[in-house]
C-alpha cells in the first residue's frame, strides 16, 4: 500500500502572513488538516462567498466538506474561547462533530492562566513582551514544567484536579501580589466549555495520524504565528511559547521527520510585525502607515495595528533554513500595487560590519541594508493568471526567488480565496 504523505505550511515572518486564507485553497488536495501548536492568541483570517471568518483554534480546512480536522497535542485550547469560535461556525452552518478531532494530550488553558499572564506582563515593568492575554505562556509554562492541565483529564476526576491547578496558581498570584480580580463569570463559561468539548471527538490523535499515513491518506500540518516568534529561533524573549518551524509539527502531532514531504513557507510581500520586540525594517513614516491602511494590518484577535516594514531578506533566508522550505507562497502582493519603489532588505550592517547571516540579537546596532526595484504601478487585484502580471512585478519575483534561493509557486492577489494564483 503507499504510503500518505504529510506537508507543512508556515509563515516565515513574525506571524499574519495569511496563513489561514492559503490552508484553505490547498485543503482540496489533502484528507487531513491538523494544527501542530498554538492556541487562541492566532487569528486565521479566510474569505470566501462575501464572508469573513476569523478562526483562533480550529483548523483552516474546516470549510472544505470531508476533510477530518485535527487539534493536535501540541496545541494549547481554551474552552470558553474555542465554544464560541464553535459555535459561531456551526450557525454559519458548517457541521463540526463530524469533521473536529481534538487530542486528548492537547493542554487546557484555565481562567487562572489568564491571570498570570497579566501579572507576569505586570512585573517585567518596561520590558513587557506584548502578550495577547490569552493565558498561552503561563499554559505552556505548566507543561513544560509538568503542571499541565490536558484535555484528557476531563474524563476523570475533574474537578479535584481543576481544583489542585487553581489553588497553585492562586498562591503564585498571592506572590505577585496579583489578587485584585474576580473570574467567577469566567469560570463558569470556561466550565460549560469544557462540557461541549465532551462532545467531540476526543482522540489519542499521534494515532489517528499515523494509522492516516499508512493507509495513503494525505495530510497538511497548519502552523500557526511565524517562524521569527519561534521560541528557539525567534527574535527571544520577544517569541511565542512554543516550537513554530517546521520540527514542531513532529513534536505537536507526533509524526516521525522522515514523513515529511512539501514545506511550503508563506511571507508577504513586505513584513509586518505585532506587540513589542526588534523588527529591523520597520516604517514610522507616511510609508509605513500608508502600508498598514492599504494591507488592513490590524491583529485578527486583538485588533492592535500592525507595526509594517519592507521585506527582510536576511530573516527570511534564516526562516527558511531552519525550516526547510522547498517552497514559497508570498501574499498581499497587491497591496503595494501603487508604490513608485519597492525597497528589499538584502543585508544588515551589525556594529559597523555588512551580515547576511542572521544574528543572535537584532535588538540593537542593526541598520537595514536596502535595494530598490522598480514599482509595477498596476492593479493585480483583477488578475486570473500569471501572463498578466506587469513585468515590473515578474522582475520583483525573479529577485526575491534569486536571494532566496526558492521557488514562489503561489501568489495572492487580495483577501478572497479566488485571488490566487499558483504559478506553473
Known sequence: MKQGKVDVLLGLQWGDEGKGKVVDVLTPNYDIVARFQGGP????????????????SIPS???????I?????????????FMDEAKDLEKSGTPLKDRLYISKKAHLIMPTHRLLDAAYEA??????VGTTGKGIGPTYTDKVSRNGLRVGDIFENFDEKYAAHKARHEYILKSLNY??????????????GIEYIRQFHVIDSEHLINKALKSGMSILCEGAQGTMLDVDFGSYPFVTSSNTICAGACIGLGIGPNKIGEVYGIMKAYCTRVGAGP?????????GSLIRELGHEYGAVTGRERRCGW?????????????????????????????????????????????????????QNIE??????????????????????????????KFLEGELETPIKIISIGPDREQTIVRK
Not at 311 to 333: C, F, H, P, W
Request: aromatic share 12%; hydrophobic share 35%.
Open 41 to 56: 492568541n492566532a487569528g486565521h483570517t479566510l474569505e470566501f462567498d462575501g464572508k469573513k471568518f476569523v478562526l483562533r
Open 61 to 67: 480546512g474546516i470549510f472544505q466538506g470531508g476533510k
Open 69 to 81: 480536522n485535527v487539534i493536535g497535542n501540541g496545541v494549547v485550547i481554551a474552552p470558553d474561547l
Open 123 to 128: 512585573a517585567k515593568g518596561k520590558n513587557k
Open 179 to 192: 489578587t485584585d480580580y474576580d473570574i467567577t463569570e469566567t469560570e463558569k463559561k470556561w466550565m460549560e
Open 279 to 287: 523588527f529591523p525594517t520597520e516604517l514610522f513614516d507616511s510609508t
Open 311 to 363: 521585506i527582510d531578506l536576511v530573516a527570511l533566508r534564516y526562516a527558511i533554513m531552519v525550516n526547510g522550505v522547498t517552497q514559497l507562497i508570498m501574499m498581499k502582493s497587491d497591496v503595494l500595487d501603487g508604490f513608485d519603489t519597492i525597497k528589499a532588505c538584502v543585508a544588515y550592517k551589525h556594529n559597523g560590519q555588512i551580515v547576511k547571516d542572521f544574528p543572535y540579537n537584532i535588538e
Open 368 to 397: 537595514p541594508v536596502y535595494k530598490e526595484l522598480k514599482g509595477w504601478k498596476t492593479d493585480m487585484t483583477h488578475i486570473t493568471s500569471e501572463d498578466e502580471f506587469p513585468q515590473e512585478f515578474n522582475n520583483y519575483i
